[in-house]
């Protein structure tokens, strides 16, 4: 246990921002993405719908594996999140002791993050507009649509049971925000409660140990949350309805992409905020996380 968290603070000290680096390249690369509908003819407009639902795929994975690495560090650090009255330091420094985790026995974060990855690789194949680019910018027959949706449907809510599981194990947070991260651009908000949540852990570590807890971004989240409304949620929408009606090439953004992109910051923002926060911590325990 130990060990690891030395391990995580020589990668924070080579590579400060870790993960989120390559979160800020898939954000730019969505808002390119979303100016190129616009100015896009009708007949390249699949494949631009194709390649950013790849993207924003890829987005979505860096995210989960974030989430859930700073969810299985953050357990190592302060131990088991049961609401005990007994302090997390105290729990932490025996289990220390005898060489336990607090946490019980430790999931490994490629599994976890692979199946909490599950429900939006089924989203994206079944969503994206793959066959008017495959099949020359035609589309499935219907009879075969009525088929597939169904089946992509009862392997959405079955991965999803299976992504819920595995980020329960570890213990990421509240039920309903863990099963709405699992649900791809309402993972976002999703995210901005666990933030929350972490935070509150993290902090209540720290006062346990009589430190006063670090100052995060305190408009990151608010202004994510806002623009989450104002840019992705009607981007969402008006997806939904081309995908109902079968317009994918008349799609195109009904946002600003500087809406957008002020949304992708501020999140990144976000997530950077609680991570700093935590690696302050790190830093201060130093010697004392040696075995």
């Known amino acids: 246990m130990n060990d690891t968290l030395l391990q995580r603070q020589r990668w924070f000290r080579s590579f400060p921002e870790g993960t989120l680096e390559f979160l800020l ?21 699949p494949m631009v719908l194709v390649v950013l639902a790849i993207v924003l795929l890829v987005d979505y994975a860096l995210m989960i594996w974030w989430a859930v690495q700073m969810a299985v560090d953050l357990n190592m650090l302060c ?9 997390q330091t105290e729990a932490l420094n025996s289990d220390a002791d005898t060489g336990a985790d607090p946490c019980g026995p430790r999931q490994p974060v490629a599994l976890v993050a692979l199946l909490a990855c599950l429900p939006a690789i089924i ?30 449907g009862v392997l959405f809510l079955i991965t999803l049971v299976l992504g819920y599981r595995a980020l329960r194990r570890i213990r990421l947070g509240p039920p309903l925000w863990t099963v709405l991260l699992l649900v791809p651009f309402v993972h976002w908000f999703a995210m901005h409660r ?4 972490m935070r509150t852990r993290l902090e209540t570590y720290q006062r346990g140990r009589g430190e006063t807890p670090t100052e995060g971004p305190i408009l990151a989240v608010p202004i994510a949350d806002v623009s989450w409304f104002l840019a992705v949620v009607p ?17 195109f953004p009904p946002c600003g992409a500087a809406l957008v992109a002020l949304f992708a910051v501020a999140d990144v923002a976000a997530m950077e905020g609680f991570q700093r926060h935590f690696t302050a911590v790190l830093r201060r325990q130093g010697p004392s996380l040696r075995p």
């Open 25 to 45: 390249v898939t954000r730019l690369a969505s808002v390119f993405l979303l100016l190129a509908l616009g100015v896009m003819r009708e007949a390249q407009r």
């Open 194 to 197: 666990l933030l929350g949540h």
């Open 123 to 152: 989203l994206c194949l079944t969503l994206a507009p793959w066959p008017e680019l495959v099949l020359a910018h035609r589309t499935l027959p219907a009879a075969l649509t009525r088929v597939l949706l169904p089946v992509a």
């Open 235 to 251: 981007w969402v929408i008006v997806a939904g309805l081309r995908l109902a009606k079968g317009l994918w090439s008349n799609y």
């Open 79 to 87: 131990g088991r999140p049961d609401g005990g009255s007994a302090p």
